[in-house]
């Protein structure tokens, strides 16, 4: 039923909320009831001054009668009915339910997003604690120290005599794994404190990169020129970066920019603009027109497309082994930060089919259930020589689309959080359906 329709359910249920009886209304605005009942059943339209004096005498804007939930709660109300997974709700009569019940459709909205939003969190801290590297490296070193601390205790309290050599030496070193355990649980604690901090929960060169990035809104036009002096300038502008703690981030930064640099050159801006402006995103008229590889084309549609596209574009990239390497995020469509990613994203597919280009319409699982469309191509890296397998980089182009297709694959972002209940690409269970 159309909003526009239900002008009297919202009239009738507004009536009903101010305690009027529909004779006394009736009588305010200058009807018989038997009109006005007609009008709240949705018999009759209505409209002009008899709508906005119903709205006067029952102290509301007519807008309110009129229009009902905005779009954006009708659009979240079909979002959560879309997720339940079990229950059938009546998706015809949602424009119904929040015409007559507003209240109850916000609350039901505002539950939804809250639900979203610890679904999030829960699976942020699941794939800290699951598969940080800094993490566990961190409960190894103290249980380390608990085990030696242990060992040395029962040393000292079970054997009878001891040289005095020898047990100043267990009090030292008793002293000394103590000291260490202390050190090492306060480290723990405060990087725990920190896990909601983005800026404190970099564990690796490459986060710090991403970080980097992420921080310039990936763009760096004083860095697309390829003259020394711009070499030089490069090397200081990431020396200031505060993101970069390490030299290991520094100098994987500076092969990121060096790449984008590259990028850039074969690829200069202005002539990219030209030319999506001719061809629109059709990729291969992109990449003979500038005589480059698919994955360039990607790599810099990617960096520019903030700038130069209506909507950002994602892109994630990994070697041979399948490792995640450096990713620019799009909303909606999630990438896990440390567990292994979904087995069926066309990136981990183009690894099989070296330097054919891929094109898959996928739908990301979960409340939201985004739809994009993903552009997906390996190729070999470093210099070609006789009797050496090739190593190769895979790419994968990440489009938002305006609503899903029924032939769009349906994938996650990891085994970990993802909902979909019937999967032989699992590898371990979900939290988001087992619970934690």
Same mark, same amino acid.
């Given at each position: 039923m159309a909003r526009d329709t239900l002008t009297g359910s919202r009239i009738r249920e507004r009536r009903a909320m101010s305690g009027m009886r529909q004779s006394e209304l009736a009588r305010e605005v200058g009807i018989s009831a038997s009109y006005l009942n007609l009008i709240e059943h949705n018999r009759r339209r209505i409209g002009g001054?008899? #709508?906005?004096?119903? +709205?006067?005498?029952? /102290?509301?804007?007519?807008?309110? !009668?009129?229009?009902?939930? =905005?779009? %954006?709660?009708?659009?979240? #109300?079909?979002?959560? +009915?879309?997720?339940? /997974?079990?229950?059938?709700?009546? !998706?015809?009569?949602?424009? =119904?339910? %929040?015409?007559?019940?507003?209240?109850?459709?916000?609350?039901?909205?505002?539950?939804?997003?809250?639900?979203?939003?610890?679904e999030r969190v829960a699976a942020t801290l699941t794939d800290r604690l699951t598969h940080d590297p800094h993490l566990a490296t961190s409960m190894h070193e103290v249980l380390t120290m608990v085990t030696a601390i242990r060992s040395t205790a029962s040393i000292l309290a079970e054997t009878q005599e001891i040289e005095p050599e020898w047990e100043k030496r267990f009090q030292r070193n008793l002293n000394e794994d103590s000291r260490r355990l202390a050190e090492s649980t306060q480290q723990l604690v405060s990087y725990l404190d920190g896990a909601g901090d983005v800026g404190a929960s970099l564990t690796s060169p490459m986060e710090e990169v991403e970080a980097m990035l992420?921080?310039?809104?990936?763009?760096?036009?004083?860095?697309?020129?390829?003259?020394?002096?711009?070499?030089?300038?490069?090397?200081?502008?990431?020396?200031?970066?505060?993101?970069?703690?390490?030299?290991?981030?520094?100098?994987?930064?500076?092969?990121?920019?060096?790449q984008l640099r590259a990028d850039a050159r074969v690829m200069p801006r202005d002539e990219l603009s030209g030319v999506l402006e001719q061809h629109g995103m059709e990729f291969t008229q992109i990449m003979h027109h500038f005589r480059v590889s698919m994955a360039t084309v990607?790599?810099?549609?990617?960096?520019?497309?903030?700038?130069?596209?209506?909507?950002?574009?994602?892109?994630?990239?990994?070697?041979?082994?399948?490792?995640?390497?450096?990713?620019?995020?799009?909303?909606?469509?999630?990438?896990?930060?440390?567990?292994?990613?979904?087995?069926?994203?066309?990136?981990?597919?183009?690894?099989?089919?070296?330097?054919?280009?891929?094109?898959?319409?996928?739908?990301?699982?979960?409340?939201e259930a985004r739809p994009f469309e993903c552009f997906a191509v390996t190729e070999a890296i470093g210099t070609a020589a006789f009797n050496e397998d090739p190593l190769?980089?895979?790419?994968?182009?990440?489009?938002?689309?305006?609503?899903?297709?029924?032939q769009a694959r349906e994938v996650g972002s990891s085994c970990r959080v993802c909902p979909s209940v019937d999967c032989?690409?699992?590898?371990?269970?979900?939290?988001?359906i087992q619970g934690l």
């Open positions: 001054k008899l #709508l906005v004096d119903i +709205a006067q005498v029952l /102290g509301v804007e007519p807008s309110l !009668l009129s229009e009902g939930a =905005e779009a %954006a709660m009708i659009a979240t #109300l079909r979002e959560a +009915a879309a997720g339940t /997974g079990r229950a059938q709700p009546e !998706l015809d009569r949602i424009d =119904e339910f %929040a015409g007559r019940f507003p209240g109850w459709a916000e609350l039901v909205v505002e539950n939804h997003r809250r639900i979203a939003s610890l992420a921080a310039h809104r990936y763009h760096f036009p004083q860095f697309e020129e390829a003259d020394a002096e711009a070499q030089l300038d490069l090397e200081a502008f990431i020396a200031e970066q505060p993101q970069l703690t390490s030299q290991g981030a520094r100098d994987l930064a500076l092969a990121a920019l060096r990607f790599r810099r549609l990617a960096i520019l497309s903030d700038t130069l596209l209506p909507q950002s574009l994602g892109l994630v990239m990994c070697d041979g082994s399948g490792t995640l390497m450096l990713r620019k995020p799009v909303e909606g469509f999630p990438v896990p930060r440390f567990s292994a990613a979904c087995p069926k994203w066309p990136l981990f597919q183009a690894l099989n089919r070296p330097l054919r280009p891929i094109r898959q319409e996928v739908t990301v699982t979960g409340r190769y980089h895979s790419y994968m182009l990440v489009v938002p689309m305006e609503r899903a297709v029924a032989e690409g699992r590898r371990e269970p979900s939290i988001l």
